[in-house]
């Protein structure tokens, strides 16, 4: 195996771990969110780092979610340049694809500057429902603000209907060798895929509606993120037993990960 490959390896699969762990302890977080509204406000990835900090020998934990996070931004970057088009896919999507890369691999850089802030207890006061108010008090100040405001939102909207594809078809499980696993892990990897993906696609499809209400009402305050789409969830008909879902899913999600980091591949 050369060198590059093995880097390759390495840097995909501590990605994929520090994803097993966010997601993990983020839809931990959801779930004691049903009970009460503080632990609700609780339910970001702000406090995952600062809960994993706080436990024994929590500073190593943190050091290497982050560096596994800036390896899952990395990989995602490495993927705009070394995936080929496949023969099905027309240069649209093939260009999209790219984009996703790309756009991916920045979010999960945010997520390992915010672990670093953490870890080095720079304080911060921005929160998954803040950022998504100052994203838009930001781009509202300009000229055609409200139409990037807009135009954020359609792309998570767009997002989200990814992550519903991927639930509906279970066109993930290409990533894996499928006939060299054997039954149980292939039905976990489909199970906690489909789960996992649902889940992400009602919180993206909820933080992208409240992009595109704050620009149709010019109001910033409209915007959100996570937080705000447990509480729209809470006002809704059987409100606990939808975040216990979405809780249940982002851990399934974060299983998933788990699969992904063992048995993807990796080329």
């Known amino acids: 195996m050369e060198l590059s490959s093995k880097w390759k390896k390495f840097t995909a699969r501590a990605g994929y771990s520090a994803k097993t762990v966010m997601y993990v302890m983020l839809g931990a977080f959801?779930?004691?969110?049903?009970?009460?509204?503080l632990s609700r406000e609780k339910a970001s990835q702000s406090h995952v780092f600062i809960t994993l900090k706080q436990q024994p020998l929590g500073q190593i934990f943190l050091s290497l979610l982050v560096l596994g996070l800036a390896c899952y931004a990395c990989w995602r970057w490495l993927q705009v340049f070394i995936t080929e088009k496949a023969s099905d896919d027309s240069i649209f999507v093939y260009a999209i694809s790219k984009l996703f890369f790309f756009i991916s691999g920045a979010f999960y850089f945010v997520a390992a500057y915010a672990g670093g802030k953490t870890l080095l207890e720079i304080k911060s006061s921005s929160s998954s429902q803040g950022s998504g108010k100052k994203v838009s008090e930001f781009l509202m100040?300009?000229?055609?603000?409200?139409?990037?405001?807009?135009?954020?939102?359609?792309?998570i909207i767009i997002f989200a209907i990814v992550q519903?594809?991927?639930?509906?078809?279970?066109d993930?499980?290409?990533?894996?060798?499928?006939?060299t696993l054997n039954q149980n892990i292939r039905k976990s990897v489909n199970v906690t895929g489909r789960l996992g993906y649902a889940a992400r696609g009602l919180v993206?499809?909820?933080v992208g509606s409240f992009f595109i209400l704050a620009a149709l009402l010019s109001n910033p305050s409209q915007a959100g993120g996570l937080q705000k789409a447990l509480e729209t969830l809470m006002k809704q008909p059987f409100?606990?037993?939808?975040?216990?879902?979405?809780?249940a899913g982002f851990i399934m999600f974060g299983l998933y990960c788990a699969?992904?980091?063992k048995y993807r591949k990796v080329e």
């Open 30 to 37: 959801i779930l004691t969110s049903v009970f009460t509204v």
């Open 259 to 261: 699969l992904e980091a």
């Open 204 to 206: 993206y499809t909820l």
């Open 141 to 155: 100040q300009y000229e055609w603000g409200l139409l990037l405001v807009a135009a954020i939102g359609v792309c």
């Open 172 to 179: 993930f499980l290409k990533k894996f060798s499928l006939h």
């Open 239 to 247: 409100g606990p037993y939808l975040i216990a879902s979405v809780g």
């Open 164 to 170: 519903f594809k991927h639930a509906y078809t279970a």
